[in-house]
């Protein structure tokens, strides 16, 4: 009697922790998907951000190829894919001149573009400061008497944009419970200003 207790014992302890198992399962599942796509969501943010400064870098010093600096960047992004699932935008804000025109333009030859993704640039003329912040825009302004110039003579701003898109299904499944279906991906962006 007492072996055929401790093999019932056995029988229902091998059962709750089949039950428990299966419980469990798939909030382990759910919690290894997040943590993979939230390692690649951080991955690709730094990659942008690196690619970013990296261009601001590149027009500081010159480079007045367009093309170039678009083509450097766009393999500095690897392994994403700038140019199907990005853009990046290169724009050059001359100061200001004179006193008849004493506020900060952006100089459109020198305003370069390149990627599928349909993101708009933060920089533009119909943008309060052109997308400056106030303190920069100040800088460019031209100054009268005593100066008679500005702070500084130009600033480059370079944009990058990226869809992520997870690679695991959870994303996709809490976006449609929680918001609204169609979810794409999340456009993530870096700026930076030389």
Do not use: K
Request: overall charge positive; glycine content about 10%.
């Amino acid at each position: 009697m007492f072996q055929r207790i401790t093999l019932q014992a056995r029988r229902s302890a091998s059962g709750i922790a089949a039950l428990e198992l299966a419980l469990i399962l798939p909030i382990l599942a759910v919690m290894v998907f997040w943590i993979i796509d939230f390692g690649r969501l951080v991955y690709a943010r730094m990659i942008i951000t690196n690619v970013s400064r990296e261009g601001g870098s590149l027009v500081s010093r010159g480079i007045s190829s367009g093309d170039t600096i678009l083509t450097l960047l766009q393999a500095s992004g690897r392994p994403l894919d700038l140019n199907a699932s990005g853009r990046i935008y290169a724009t050059r804000i001359a100061a200001g001149t004179s006193l008849g025109n004493p506020n900060p333009t952006i100089d459109n030859t020198r305003r370069w573009s390149r990627g599928s993704l349909g993101v708009s640039s933060s920089i533009g003329s119909g943008i309060s400061l052109l997308g400056l912040p106030q303190s920069l825009y100040d800088h460019l302004r031209f100054r009268g008497a005593p100066q008679n110039t500005s702070d500084i003579s130009e600033v480059w701003v370079v944009e990058v944009y990226f869809l992520y898109r997870p690679m695991t299904p959870l994303p996709d499944m809490i976006e449609n419970l929680i918001v609204t279906p169609g979810y794409d991906g999340r456009v993530l962006g870096s700026r930076a200003l030389f």
